[in-house]
């Protein structure tokens, strides 16, 4: 059977986990055309390690993904309240456990190439997917298809693009950029400027290292160590460090991280992605606690990627006309709620809940990706703000101020737990991704109905 006619072509830029997932979102409904333009000469995901909260669970749910991803697991992550990341106080050699945050089902962790290829495999042969595409530009004018170019020279037309593009998003670029120069037009010439700073990504002051330890190295060292069994969270005065099992157990990974608080809201002018010497990491927890020292004992021989944490401002939008961005292009956020693939999840599952609704027309396009950017905007700027906070709970900050009588260190160390705890229950327990989803769809009957 021939396929119906398309009532718009959307393309996507950038490959990852956000675009896939719109992608294969967006062919459920069969008349929607769709291009998936990937800069890299594959699609592939970079890094490791991943976390799947439960509000994440939902979105795969709705998008019958839920069983694919469960079944990378050793176990069924199950809709109990369960114990969920242990902290503790490790900067020293007796460890101090700190407390405990739950969530709705046990957290699911899995390696980010594992949840790449399921949505990959699952795509239909009617998405139609490019490699080697780095976008360079687009040019989007009233009445006309917009004009995607490439920086091998070719180009493409559609009628939406979604900029899934990543931190250095040619996407957000161009949106900042259209909206200020509309701004000079009409005279705001200091919002204008202000437009052009803000798809400027920022340090947040922090460095990842990154690496993988089989988990036979770590099991011949400490055979019950906590981390084969659940996150661990170990946290220090400006390091830290985070370590669970994925690929069924079969690795530990093991993300630490170095804070430099003073260059928060910088530019960082040096590569973003490096290889690090172990050494250099093990000298950064050289003291803490026996389960660090095991961990950082195993990181001799193999390769540490070090990451520099740039991140978004809070933007003011994500669309603007017939474009918008999802992801780290929208809201690049720290690491600390485990909430970016999430976040970047949802947003395509909204995108796509949206866009598959007989009100979104290619005259109601622009209306439509405005109504996305209305629900999703607060939401993630609100889950990185806190992803930040609890970035300052784990390095500790709170506790280099001087002790007071009235504040005595533990009672200050139990401050700082009850504020992790209560950012990881907001997110995994109190917000409902239906809601808002509801809430979408509800603003479009409403304003596009008429």
């Given at each position: 059977?021939?396929?119906?006619?398309?009532?718009?072509?959307?393309?996507?830029?950038?490959?990852g986990?956000?675009?896939?997932?719109?992608?294969?979102a967006?062919?459920?409904s069969?008349?929607?055309?769709?291009?998936?333009?990937?800069?890299?000469?594959?699609?592939?995901?970079?890094?490791?390690?991943?976390?799947?909260?439960?509000?994440?669970?939902?979105?795969?749910?709705?998008?019958?993904?839920?069983?694919?991803?469960?079944?990378?697991?050793?176990?069924?992550?199950?809709?109990?309240?369960?114990?969920?990341?242990?902290?503790?106080k490790?900067?020293?050699?007796d460890?101090?456990?700190?407390?405990?945050?739950?969530?709705?089902?046990?957290?699911?962790?899995?390696?980010?190439?594992?949840?790449?290829?399921?949505?990959?495999?699952?795509?239909?042969?009617?998405?139609?997917?490019?490699?080697?595409?780095?976008?360079?530009?687009?040019?989007?004018?009233?009445?006309?298809?917009?004009?995607?170019?490439?920086?091998?020279?070719?180009?493409?037309?559609?009628?939406?693009?979604?900029?899934?593009?990543?931190?250095?998003?040619?996407?957000?670029?161009?949106?900042?950029?259209?909206?200020?120069?509309?701004?000079?037009?009409?005279?705001?010439?200091?919002?204008?400027?202000?437009?052009?700073?803000?798809?400027?990504?920022?340090?947040?002051?922090?460095?990842?290292?990154?690496?993988?330890?089989p988990?036979?190295?770590?099991?011949?060292?400490?055979?019950?160590?906590?981390?084969?069994?659940?996150?661990?969270?170990?946290?220090?005065?400006?390091?830290?460090?985070?370590?669970?099992?994925?690929?069924?157990?079969?690795?530990?990974?093991?993300?630490?991280?170095?804070?430099?608080?003073?260059?928060?809201?910088?530019h960082?002018?040096?590569?973003?992605?490096?290889?690090?010497?172990?050494?250099y990491?093990?000298?950064?927890?050289?003291?803490?606690?026996?389960?660090?020292?095991?961990?950082?004992?195993?990181?001799?021989?193999?390769?540490i990627?070090?990451?520099?944490?740039?991140?978004?401002?809070?933007?003011?939008?994500?669309?603007?006309?017939?474009?918008?961005?999802?992801?780290?292009?929208?809201?690049?956020?720290?690491?600390?709620l485990?909430?970016?693939?999430?976040?970047?999840?949802?947003?395509?599952s909204?995108?796509?809940?949206?866009?598959?609704?007989?009100?979104?027309t290619k005259?109601?396009?622009?209306?439509?990706?405005?109504?996305?950017?209305?629900?999703?905007?607060?939401?993630?700027?609100?889950?990185?703000?806190?992803?930040?906070?609890?970035?300052?709970?784990?390095?500790?900050?709170?506790?280099t101020?001087?002790?007071?009588?009235?504040?005595?260190?533990?009672?200050?160390?139990?401050?700082?737990?009850?504020?992790?705890?209560?950012?990881?229950?907001?997110?995994?327990?109190?917000?409902?991704?239906?809601?808002?989803?509801?809430?979408?769809?509800?603003?479009?009957?409403?304003?596009?109905?008429?």
């Amino acid at each position: 059977m021939s396929e119906p006619p398309s009532k718009f072509h959307v393309a996507i830029c950038g490959g990852g986990i956000g675009g896939l997932t719109l992608a294969f979102a967006l062919s459920k409904s069969p008349d929607i055309s769709i291009d998936v333009y990937e800069a890299a000469s594959k699609f592939t995901e970079i890094g490791a390690g991943i976390i799947l909260s439960w509000r994440t669970r939902q979105v795969l749910k709705s998008l019958c993904l839920e069983e694919d991803v469960i079944s990378l697991l050793p176990f069924h992550p199950g809709e109990d309240r369960v114990p969920s990341v242990q902290y503790r106080k490790a900067d020293q050699p007796d460890g101090l456990a700190m407390g405990t945050a739950y969530s709705r089902g046990k957290l699911m962790t899995l390696h980010r190439a594992e949840l790449h290829e399921v949505l990959l495999n699952r795509l239909p042969s009617r998405c139609r997917t490019s490699s080697s595409k780095r976008l360079e530009s687009y040019v989007q004018q009233p009445g006309a298809p917009i004009m995607l170019h490439f920086q091998d020279g070719s180009t493409a037309t559609c009628d939406i693009l979604i900029g899934a593009d990543g931190l250095k998003s040619a996407v957000r670029k161009t949106i900042f950029q259209d909206a200020a120069t509309l701004a000079e037009s009409q005279h705001r010439n200091a919002d204008a400027i202000e437009l052009r700073d803000l798809s400027q990504l920022r340090f947040s002051g922090v460095f990842s290292y990154r690496t993988l330890i089989p988990a036979a190295k770590l099991s011949s060292i400490s055979p019950q160590h906590r981390a084969f069994s659940s996150p661990v969270q170990y946290l220090g005065k400006n390091r830290h460090m985070i370590a669970y099992p994925i690929s069924r157990g079969r690795f530990v990974n093991i993300v630490a991280y170095e804070s430099h608080p003073h260059e928060e809201g910088t530019h960082y002018d040096g590569p973003w992605v490096a290889d690090e010497d172990p050494s250099y990491v093990q000298g950064l927890f050289q003291g803490w606690e026996k389960e660090v020292g095991d961990i950082v004992q195993c990181l001799d021989g193999l390769k540490i990627t070090r990451w520099v944490v740039n991140v978004m401002p809070a933007l003011p939008f994500f669309a603007f006309g017939n474009v918008a961005i999802l992801g780290d292009a929208a809201h690049a956020m720290t690491p600390f709620l485990g909430a970016g693939a999430g976040q970047a999840i949802e947003d395509a599952s909204t995108l796509a809940a949206l866009h598959s609704n007989e009100l979104a027309t290619k005259t109601t396009v622009s209306q439509v990706l405005d109504i996305y950017s209305r629900v999703r905007q607060p939401f993630a700027t609100e889950v990185s703000r806190r992803s930040r906070l609890n970035g300052g709970h784990f390095s500790l900050r709170s506790l280099t101020e001087p002790d007071h009588d009235e504040f005595p260190f533990s009672a200050r160390l139990q401050g700082v737990t009850k504020q992790i705890q209560e950012n990881s229950r907001w997110l995994s327990e109190e917000m409902d991704w239906g809601a808002d989803l509801q809430r979408a769809t509800n603003l479009l009957q409403a304003e596009l109905a008429a």
